[in-house]
């Protein structure tokens, strides 16, 4: 957002990626990993009002 912030799409933002977050971590503990590492957060404008949060990693056992 340019020149200033906005409250609504931020907590929508962080909404999303805290769900994609823990739907890797359920993935990553169905293959009895104990850690994810290199984790990305990467966000697309599918089209006007819909966006995309994707996130990976790599699950190991530490």
Not at 26 to 44: C, M, P, S
């Amino acid at each position: 957002v340019v020149g200033g912030r906005a409250g609504a799409y931020e907590s929508k933002l962080k909404e999303a990626r805290d769900i994609a977050m823990e739907e890797m971590k359920t993935f990553a503990r169905q293959k009895n990993a104990n850690a994810i590492v290199g984790i990305d957060v990467d966000y697309e404008v599918v089209r006007e009002g819909m966006l995309m949060v994707a996130v990976s990693g790599t699950a190991v056992r530490i």
